[in-house]
């Protein structure tokens, strides 16, 4: 479910602890006791002062967007190319160009999603800076130019709609020391992430963000995001400062569903197990890449994995477009359904999400599920599709 079961498909325990609580209602426009003790554990759990409570990643970022430009007084935005922070106009920039209206690789341009439909307005585009991933000479030059004008930098740690591409661990360092040397927020999208590692990507590359998003996985399924900060930020919030008003901010069942996910089902014991497993999945298809000569790579960090039927690794959108070969993507995509197996999301840019209720056994059959499915498109003469016909 593009990363929001980490709890696994209709997890037992969390149906059983909903199903109880339904009978309380399911909405009371007013804010319960499990909001509270919510609240508690996202601000221990990922070390921030205080938490404001949505449905959708899509209004975690916007909040975030908000905050940064209410902290700093300003009004751009530096975001990367081919990363995706849910479908509100200020960051459908730069999503999934059509590189041939995308500019220099080292100097993107804010390519608007829709292009060249007046989908989202130029005017804006013109307040999103692109910049390509994992390039630390083009940030650099990049905030060389704009720095003093960006209110926030905002990046997916690990970049996961062009499969898995995770920042380097000094690429994310140099983000950090950048917003603090422009005066710039540090915004880490970690609807994805916090499903990933206890403590989200912060745990993983030693990088402290300003202001977080949470979502997917932290609901257990059920529709809950937060966006995490210091006191000083999140008190910017109010009616005639930064608006965040929802009927269904903080909605009970949801609240309670990411309280009994934390506590009970995404521990560090659990996760540690997710990762275990998805790192036996990445081998096993290793393995068969190599004994049957397929033009393709595994990447896999913590409990996420692809694999990318390219020779050449991935780490920009770029790289991701021109470099691995769709067709074939297609042929082995549908012949592990085929073979009952969905290998990933039935889309390109995803990824496979290892959960908690996975089991050696799934692993193992997906692995023979892939023996069958790889030898079948090694005989293949397939038909190189581009990136736009895959999508």
């Known amino acids: 479910a593009f990363g929001a079961l980490v709890v696994g498909h209709a997890n037992p325990i969390l149906i059983e602890k909903v199903k109880q609580k339904l009978d309380d209602g399911s909405i009371y426009g007013h804010e319960t006791e499990y909001s509270y003790k919510l609240s508690e554990i996202l601000t221990r759990r990922y070390g921030y002062d205080m938490v404001r409570f949505s449905s959708t990643g899509l209004e975690a970022t916007l909040l975030a967007i908000r905050l940064a430009r209410a902290a700093t007084g300003r009004s751009k935005i530096l975001k990367f190319e081919g990363h995706y922070h849910g479908s509100h106009e200020l960051l459908m920039v730069g999503v999934k160009p059509d590189i041939r209206h995308a500019g220099h690789p080292k100097r993107p341009r804010s390519v608007p999603s829709g292009y060249p439909y007046n989908v989202v307005p130029k005017e804006v585009a013109e307040n999103v800076v692109v910049a390509p991933w994992n390039d630390a000479e083009a940030v650099e030059e990049i905030m060389r130019a704009h720095g003093n004008e960006i209110a926030a930098i905002i990046l997916e740690p ?79 919030v109010g009616p005639r400062r930064v608006p965040h008003g929802g009927t ?41 890449i190599e004994d049957k000569k397929i033009d393709a790579h595994v990447v896999q960090i913590a409990n996420k994995g692809t694999v990318y039927f390219a020779k050449e690794e991935i780490n920009t959108w770029r790289d991701f477009v021109t470099k691995v070969n769709w067709g074939i993507w297609y042929v082995w995509t549908l012949g592990m359904v085929l073979n009952g197996v969905i290998p990933q999301p039935m889309a390109v840019d995803e990824q496979w999400t290892v959960s908690i209720m996975h089991t050696k056994e799934d ?21 190189k599709l581009t990136v736009e016909e895959a999508i």
Do not use: C
């Open 158 to 236: 690990v970049a996961m709609n062009m499969g898995v591409v995770p920042g380097k661990k000094d690429f994310i360092a140099l983000l950090r020391k950048l917003a603090d040397e422009y005066n710039s927020m540090l915004i880490f999208d970690e609807v994805k992430t916090s499903g990933m590692w206890y403590r989200g990507a912060q745990e993983y590359f030693g990088v402290r963000a300003d202001i977080i998003a949470v979502a997917k996985a932290i609901g257990g399924g059920f529709p809950l995001s937060a966006v995490l900060s210091s006191r000083d930020v999140m008190e910017l």
């Open 248 to 288: 269904f901010n903080a909605n009970p069942l949801a609240v309670y569903a990411a309280y009994v996910t934390l506590t009970e089902l995404l521990t560090e014991p659990n996760l540690a197990y997710t990762h275990k497993l998805s790192e036996e999945l990445a081998k096993g298809y290793r393995d068969l």
């Open 363 to 383: 692993i193992q059959r997906t692995i023979e599920a892939a023996d069958k499915v790889l030898g079948e498109v090694r005989g293949k003469l397939v038909e």
